[in-house]
């Protein structure tokens, strides 16, 4: 019996969810094959443990370093991302948001991008590009670009509410 609470082994938010079942948010993790999990309470000894799940690892992205930025562009943004396919993919920085046009009413998509460097392993640049837009908070993701017209969201697993934006000023 496992009562509500959270636990933290390596930052990772974990909780139960009922008497019985424990979850959490796997940490970026770029090895795919087996591995265990242990969930350990507030006094360190161990509460659950998995043992030889299967991980599968795709790319993904969890953090940046800026938030804010000038709309003449230039500033550069470090991501935090991983995955196998990173390195030998054509990726960008993609800003947007969709205005309502104040004479007319019509909702216009307003967008910009600029290309992403793989820096390492876990680490990835692009500059802010040019926003001949309104100032404002827009939307923050990356984009696969591989492969021409199709264009792939790499997927988000950081705290939305501040990561996956950034305003113009």
């Not at 993790?29 to 087996?34: A, E, K, M, N, R």
């Not at 043992?51 to 370093?65: E, P, R």
């Not at 230039?74 to 920085?93: M, R």
Request: net charge negative; charged share 10%.
């Amino acid at each position: 019996n496992v009562s509500a609470g959270v636990f933290s082994a390596d930052g990772s938010p974990q909780s139960a969810t009922s008497p019985t079942a424990l979850q959490t948010l796997s940490p970026v993790w770029t090895y795919t094959g087996s591995a265990s999990m242990t969930f350990l309470g507030a006094t360190g000894l161990a509460v659950a443990s998995a043992v030889d799940l299967v991980v599968a690892v795709v790319d993904g992205w969890s953090d940046k370093n800026v938030s804010f930025g000038p709309a003449k562009g230039g500033s550069k943004i470090g991501v935090v991302a991983a995955g196998p396919f990173l390195a030998s993919s054509t990726l960008e920085c993609f800003f947007s948001v969709n205005r309502s046009n104040a004479t007319s009413g019509v909702i216009v998509l307003q967008n910009a991008s600029s290309p992403l460097t793989v820096e390492s392993d876990i680490l990835a640049t692009c500059l802010s590009p040019f926003w001949d837009f309104p100032s404002g908070t827009v939307g923050f993701s990356l984009r696969n670009t591989t492969g021409g017209s199709t264009v792939g969201y790499v997927p988000f697993f950081g705290n939305a509410s501040v990561d996956a934006i950034l305003t113009f000023r």
